[in-house]
């Protein structure tokens, strides 16, 4: 009744962004599509490792904005990029804002600029299955999340707590529909492949980079298991306090851990997942437990009788992202969230009733 208002939502201007070597491409497509749809500008620092693949990627993305008509350059990233450059970029005074997506050194270091930070950092996604699940969809909807992208993707099933009564028959049909199931001796074996180093009871050990994202054959050839094509993933039970269920893994093997009940499994997620917030899932019908576990959790992501993947769209409701900034609070990224909000207030003017 005094006049008007409007809000509207502003570009920063340019955006710094700071992408991992473990998926790199759809983390630079996808992190461009949300900072250019804002109307900004952005500059990647990528991981050395994926410098390469990554200047093709963003030389590809800038042909498709000329293409489109937009601006030669709007994407560049920094040719040969280093602990150096990416410090250079965060501390700009041209660079309002970061986005970081990676481990929780490189979000400490974005923190310290003072500035606008918006940060992805690591998961560590348990999955659930109680007496009450459907176990055919829930092992099959394990297979196909854990196994997506070799287990790469900060989102990807990292462990399954599964309910003792149910666990036999939850593994059975995991080998049923595309894993291999690991012998103890045979885990003996991947655990001497897997990890560079083996950490303490309940706590992450070091995994070797050189088996990152590897397909499941190469891993099980490394120790004399041959598969074929149809094996998506190994997984192997082990106990709670083993270094596998503690670790973000980013790797096709996958720990399954039996507990007596469901509320003991939901208290094991909680503490596995190590208050990261990023993502979490059951496979259950009893509403009441997904609700307790989904508050327990607390997290960015948090998927009921699915693969993890649906919680980015994919098999599921809502948009997709592949920066879930749960550090900040900022959850699954989009074009608002590189939005400045402005208002316009004319007092007493521009009202036609």
Request: one cysteine or more.
């Amino acid at each position: 009744d005094l006049g008007m208002m409007v809000t509207e939502f502003a570009p920063f201007g340019v955006i710094g962004s700071i992408t991992p070597t473990t998926n790199p491409t759809s983390t630079i497509i996808n992190n461009t599509i949300a900072v250019v749809s804002a109307g900004n500008a952005l500059v990647f620092n990528v991981h050395p490792g994926a410098k390469r693949v990554s200047a093709e990627n963003v030389r590809m993305i800038n042909r498709a904005i000329v293409a489109a008509g937009g601006p030669p350059d709007l994407v560049t990233a920094i040719p040969n990029p280093t602990i150096a450059s990416a410090h250079e970029l965060m501390v700009h005074p041209d660079v309002p804002v970061l986005l970081v997506t990676g481990g929780g050194g490189v979000v400490k270091e974005a923190m310290r600029t003072n500035k606008r930070v918006v940060a992805a950092g690591p998961g560590n996604p348990p999955s659930v299955v109680d007496q009450t699940a459907d176990l055919d969809k829930a092992a099959r909807d394990i297979i196909l999340g854990g196994s997506f992208d070799n287990n790469i993707v900060c989102v990807d099933e990292k462990t399954v707590i599964a309910v003792d009564t149910i666990a036999d028959s939850l593994v059975r049909r995991m080998s049923h529909h595309g894993a291999y199931v690991l012998k103890e001796h045979e885990l003996r074996r991947i655990e001497r492949v897997i990890f560079s180093e083996m950490g303490p009871p309940s706590k992450p050990g070091v995994i070797n980079k050189a088996w990152i994202g590897k397909n499941v054959g190469e891993i099980l050839a490394e120790i004399g298991v041959q598969v074929g094509s149809d094996v998506r993933l190994a997984v192997a039970e082990v106990p709670v306090e083993h270094n596998l269920v503690w670790t973000e893994q980013m790797l096709p093997v996958v720990p399954v851990v039996r507990v007596s009940d469901v509320d003991r499994a939901i208290d094991l997620a909680v503490r596995s997942e190590h208050g990261f917030r990023h993502t979490a899932s059951i496979h259950s019908t009893n509403v009441d437990t997904i609700t307790r576990m989904a508050r327990a959790m607390n997290c960015s992501i948090f998927v009921a009788n699915g693969p993890h993947y649906a919680g980015l769209g994919e098999g599921g409701e809502g948009f997709t992202s592949f920066s879930i900034a749960s550090p900040t609070g900022d959850g699954l990224t989009r074009p608002r969230t590189f939005s400045r909000e402005r208002r316009i207030t004319v007092v007493g003017s521009l009202r036609i009733v």
